[in-house]
């Protein structure tokens, strides 16, 4: 039988869902918000269902964003002229904070996963084809993980987009073989748009 009341370990359960939440973690930080001011808790909560209710994706990119569309989409000073393409909204922060990137992005919702049945469906590709068609595109930056299915997700995509006459470069090596973009600091995200290659065929 558990030591701790009920609602507490609720909090916990919960609070473990959060990434690089353990259930240790979890448990102090349970144990911490019920002991903590009432009022601080009271704002917490109410600014987790703000953050919950007013962001959202934009309607353009794919970008997390309280105003439609997002400022970067809004910003007349971006080249339109070179997409960026990310698999998760986070993967922006990365490039914004490196101050290397003056183009707009596009954010696929996921890689290609067989195994997990994802398919080119699933993903905001057609939403990418119709912004290359009506906004002027004529490079695309494949900026995905370097993982098995980043590398196919990468492929796929400049096989497809070459056929229409664009431009596909893919960010220079030096990221974090097999891991995501969120684990590269700035400046290896800035040398690796700077180093960026052409994809060749096949």
């Excluded at 997002?70 to 698999?87: F, H, M, T, W």
């Excluded at 919702?109 to 595109?137: C, M, N, W």
């Excluded at 664009?166 to 748009?193: C, H």
């Amino acid at each position: 039988m558990t030591v701790l009341p009920a609602p507490l370990v609720q909090l916990a359960a919960a609070l473990g869902r959060l990434p690089g939440i353990g259930p240790r973690s979890a448990e102090r930080l349970s144990l911490h918000l019920v002991q903590a001011d009432k009022q601080f808790v009271e704002h917490l909560a109410a600014v987790l269902v703000g953050a919950r209710t007013s962001v959202g994706p934009c309607q353009t990119c794919g970008a997390l964003t309280e105003a439609q569309p997002c400022g970067i989409c809004a910003d007349p000073n971006r080249d339109g002229s070179v997409l960026c393409i990310v698999e998760r909204p986070v993967d922006i922060l990365g490039f914004e904070k490196s101050r290397s990137f003056k183009g707009r992005y596009h954010v696929l919702g996921g890689k290609l996963s067989p195994t997990q049945g994802v398919g080119p469906e699933d993903l905001r590709i057609a939403e990418l084809e119709r912004r290359i068609s009506g906004e002027g595109v004529n490079e695309i930056i494949l900026a995905l993980g370097s993982d098995v299915e980043g590398d196919a997700t990468s492929h796929y995509l400049a096989r497809r987009l070459r056929a229409v006459g664009l431009k596909v470069t893919r960010l220079a090596q030096g990221l974090p073989v097999g891991s995501g973009l969120e684990y590269a600091d700035e400046l290896t995200l800035g040398r690796a748009l700077e180093g960026r290659r052409e994809m060749s065929p096949g």
